[in-house]
């Protein structure tokens, strides 16, 4: 029997985040978008047409994706000789769209009518460079909201595993920067963070 107090442990969770919300609502909803497209489909044209239109897809995707990856793969090596060389930087001759492209591949493989859509969509270089520009402003603009200094703290965020399974939230204090980290000298092991 213990007589001692006990702490009371917090029983609030924090908030989910929007797109932790919102992404499986919107997967369902495109799932059954889908589904519902391809049985519309199936009934004006056939069973046929459509089983055609998803191997045709895929069968194109798979094609896609392939030639992105080796295109890739040999801007890769262009860098990698040029940096060994001693060259300049290498040029952006179509390393940019890599990416859209194998992400445009990928959506026609998956079987369905608007998923192939915009496979279609991201394989169209105006089309690449909109997107592509689009995602790099708002990557910058998120970089740069996240905190003037670097990531935003995000490595100053440390999570620490208990033996019980238990997370405990921390924060990273670093010696080596002036202002942080202990005053005196090191005293020594410092205790666990058990109770």
Do not use: C, Y
């Amino acid at each position: 029997m213990t007589t001692g107090a006990s702490t009371p442990m917090s029983t609030s969770r924090p908030r989910r985040s929007r797109l932790r919300t919102f992404l499986p609502l919107g997967l369902a909803a495109w799932l059954v978008l889908e589904i519902w497209l391809l049985t519309v489909v199936a009934g004006a044209a056939g069973g046929g047409t459509v089983l055609l239109l998803i191997v045709a897809g895929f069968a194109g995707g798979a094609v896609v994706v392939k030639r992105a990856g080796r295109r890739a793969f040999r801007n890769l090596q262009e860098t990698l000789q040029r940096q060994q060389d001693g060259t300049a930087a290498a040029s952006e001759r179509g390393g940019r769209g890599n990416g859209l492209m194998m992400l445009g591949g990928l959506l026609l493989m998956i079987p369905g009518l608007i998923s192939d859509a915009v496979g279609l969509l991201l394989l169209v270089p105006p089309v690449q460079k909109a997107v592509g520009g689009f995602a790099g402003r708002t990557l910058d603009r998120k970089m740069r909201e996240a905190a003037p200094g670097g990531f935003g703290g995000a490595f100053q965020q440390a999570r620490m595993h208990r033996p019980d399974g238990k997370v405990v939230q921390g924060e990273v204090i670093r010696d080596d920067v002036p202002g942080h980290g202990p005053q005196e000298p090191d005293a020594g092991p410092r205790p666990p963070l058990n109770r």
